[in-house]
């Protein structure tokens, strides 16, 4: 009878061979898993950058579009109620600055608007800002 022993040496080697390709595995794993928390990650901040733009792009054609500041305060107030909904821990800002347009209604509407939204994606993350200088056109009164 012919007994096929293996050599010496190599009792053991294939299940240490099989141990070390399942760790590369493993890591490799890990690697592509983290790569894909990251990727959606990015894609969160990209989708909330995109709804605070279109959030103020709303607001700049609201107010370009209101007759009077009473018309343009309700817009500016609605818009920071929907931005509170579109936006985690937002903090949506409308400043009025520079000289009054004289308009046909009184009172008149502030020949600029900052639009200014920041809101936190998240307890750690820093805070992202968008901010938008919407200008009047002085000689086309506030339309």
Known sequence: MSSTTAPQ?????????????????????LGTGAA?????AGQRAALLQTRAA??????AEA?????????AAAEIQSWQA????????????ALSRGQVLPGP???SLPA???IRLQWRDGPARTPAQLTLPL???AAAGAS
């Open 9 to 29: 040496g190599s009792s053991g080697f294939a299940l240490t061979e099989a141990l070390v390709a399942l760790l590369l595995l493993a890591i490799a794993m």
């Open 36 to 40: 894909l928390v990251e990727s959606l």
């Open 54 to 59: 279109d959030l103020a792009g709303n607001l």
């Open 63 to 71: 107010l370009r579009a209101a007759p009077d500041a009473a018309t």
């Open 82 to 93: 929907m931005a509170l909904v579109l936006l985690p821990q937002a903090e949506p800002i």
């Open 105 to 107: 209604a009184t009172p």
């Open 112 to 114: 600029r608007f900052d």
């Open 135 to 137: 200008p009047f056109d």
